[in-house]
């Protein structure tokens, strides 16, 4: 687990360190739970843990895998026949499906990291012209933003807080 972004790194380095901190967060919030606990609706909308992991691997594909030209592989769900369906787990999705689903989409996002410098540039699905910093930084704040929530949605679910296991 990466816990912190390294005080002198480079800037690459930092971003992909600051993603990572935050991906392993999400990943970390799961731990202990049993699948009634990651499917369970916990907003009025029916935010659930494992949905909040789907959606973040669909946003990884889309934004480095897909802005930058790469192919980004079977996705589960259509969000254009259902634009809430990247937070939803379906009845037939497994637990291990969607963490799959989702390294898979941490490994595609990291090759292409990988590969291309910060000044790269891509398209993003809206059209628009992104650099390889640009969705490293949106990422970072997506991911976070998620975090939160799965933070606030594992505490209501057992009392459990925290961004990192402290032991």
């Given amino acids: 687990m990466s816990n912190h972004v390294p005080f002198t790194g480079g800037e690459k ?10 991906r392993d967060a999400v990943l970390w919030k799961l731990e202990g739970l049993d699948d009634e606990q990651l499917r369970r609706p916990m907003t009025p909308s029916g935010t659930n843990l494992l949905g909040l992991v789907k959606h973040l691997g669909g946003a990884e594909l889309g934004w480095f895998r897909e ?3 790469r192919e980004s592989g079977p996705q589960p769900f259509d969000i254009e026949a259902d634009e809430a369906s990247d937070m939803r787990v379906e009845p037939h999705e497994s637990t291990a499906d969607i963490l799959a689903f989702y390294a898979r989409a941490r490994a595609g996002a990291d090759e292409v ?9 891509g398209t993003s699905w809206s059209g628009n012209t992104v650099s ?4 490293l930084i949106h990422m970072t704040t997506e991911t976070a933003r998620h975090a939160g ?18 032991s």
Avoid: K, N
């Fill in 13 to 22: 380095e930092s971003l992909h360190a600051a993603l990572d901190r935050h």
């Fill in 67 to 69: 802005a930058f030209g």
């Fill in 113 to 121: 990291i990988g590969e291309l410098a910060l000044d790269d540039l």
């Fill in 132 to 135: 390889l910093r640009w969705v």
């Fill in 149 to 166: 929530h799965l933070d606030i949605l594992r505490e209501l679910i057992d009392g459990g807080t925290g961004d990192h296991d402290r």
